[in-house]
């Protein structure tokens, strides 16, 4: 079973290569009874993509495109997600198990009472995204993404890391953070520091904090004012 591992935070893949899997072509995500398994879905290029009531299982959908995205009640097992470019998806109601998001485009998220659990979000971009209620269940990470400006709103991140991503103005808005893992990051420009209780930082970004927090509070330093006098 393969698995990717950043540091003591480990993600269980999709197993689309086992013996006897054989994923089947498919030119739409709608399957017969809210069930589609066992699919390969390919550059899909839509105006609209709504799903709801559905559950993926065992699949990969690579180069989707969509101008307008509403997900909700879906069930997502074992899938990739591959070079999609997403516009503002609204994703509710919902869980995401064992999947990987991969160089996908999902700018102006809005994630919203969404179950992840063994998710990985590896070289994406969720600038200006709302993740609010989002629960990880399991191990979550996000990898060499960009995260600039968005938002976690009561959250439930403790089994998370963040690695290598970019978190200029990113805000944590209430939640549960208790072990979320942010190594590896440049912490400077974090917003809703109060909320950040319990995570794992290195020494070395005790003064990134420091700085983020000076900026939220509105510090003025004394050197500045003898400058401006």
């Not at 009531?53 to 990739?80: C, F, N, P």
């Not at 609204?90 to 999947?99: E, G, N, T």
Request: glycine share 6%; charged share 30%.
């Amino acid at each position: 079973m393969d698995t990717r591992t950043i540091r003591r935070t480990s993600v269980t893949l999709p197993a689309l290569d086992e013996p006897g899997l054989s994923l089947s072509d498919v030119t739409s995500l709608e399957g017969g009874r809210g069930r589609l398994a066992e699919f390969h879905y390919a550059d899909g290029d839509l105006r609209d993509l709504d799903l709801a009531d559905t559950h993926l299982l065992d699949g990969r959908i690579a180069g989707l495109k969509a101008q307008r995205t509403r997900l909700e009640r879906l069930r997502v097992d074992s899938v990739e997600f591959i070079r999609c470019d997403l516009a503002s998806p609204q994703w509710a109601d919902s869980k995401i198990s064992r999947s990987v998001f991969r160089d996908c485009k999902l700018m102006g998220a809005a994630f919203e009472d969404v179950t992840l659990d063994n998710v990985l979000f590896e070289n994406c971009k969720l600038d200006y995204s709302a993740l609010t209620r989002v629960r990880a269940t399991g191990p979550v990470i996000f990898s060499a993404c960009s995260l600039r400006e968005t938002t976690f709103a009561a959250a439930d991140l403790s089994n998370t890391l963040i690695d290598d991503c970019d978190l200029r103005l990113t805000e944590f808005d209430g939640g549960k953070y208790r072990g979320l893992d942010l190594r590896g990051n440049t912490l400077s420009q974090l917003r809703g520091l109060s909320s950040l209780k319990q995570v794992v930082i290195d020494r070395t970004q005790t003064l990134q904090l420091a700085e983020a927090l000076a900026a939220e509070l509105d510090i003025t330093f004394g050197e500045d004012l003898a400058v401006h006098a």
